[in-house]
């Protein structure tokens, strides 16, 4: 059974009919790439996944349970992490807030995701600590909204434009 399937998803915004009948299938440990020019929906197939955007037909099912209509919170806490391409990280909290925010606490076993392990993958963060996230760069704001995800100790982790 495949960890997350797409299928036949159409996708609204207003009345512009953005994604046509898109399926797809992630096998637990693959990794997935979706490629296309801008405006191809790329992005609007994460949104529809993580339920910002819900498909108005077909369905998503995620360890083979539909997720479609949930709510985003629930499909965060099922264990789906989305890294948007906008960042929106606190900007007027420090990086560790930021961090903190998003540490997953309703779990009973152990964080896969720490600070120590997070610093040691992003060195930078640690070091900015302390300094409010909007003073960051663009890089490092966006070092910091993919360390936020993993924070949230997600299964499956879906980043829209990570190296922007």
């Not at 709510?71 to 391409?85: K, L, S």
């Not at 009973?108 to 996230?133: C, D, M």
């Amino acid at each position: 059974m495949a960890e997350l399937r797409v299928d036949r998803i159409n996708t609204f915004y207003g009345l512009s009919h953005i994604l046509f009948d898109v399926s797809l299938e992630v096998e637990q440990g693959e990794l997935v790439v979706l490629l296309g020019r801008n405006g191809a929906g790329k992005t609007t197939t994460m949104v529809s996944i993580m339920g910002l955007n819900p498909p108005k037909s077909g369905s998503i099912e995620y360890r083979g349970q539909q997720i479609n209509g949930l709510p985003p919170y629930r499909i965060a806490r099922m264990g789906i992490g989305f890294v948007p391409e906008d960042r929106k990280i606190f900007p007027d909290l420090t990086v560790a807030a930021n961090l903190d925010v998003a540490r997953r606490k309703d779990r009973n076993q152990a964080s896969r995701w720490t600070l120590k392990r997070i610093y040691e993958l992003f060195p930078v963060l640690e070091k900015f600590a302390q300094h409010r996230g909007g003073t960051l760069s663009g890089g490092e704001q966006q070092m910091l909204t993919i360390a936020r995800t993993l924070m949230g100790d997600p299964d499956l982790l879906l980043l829209d434009e990570p190296s922007e």
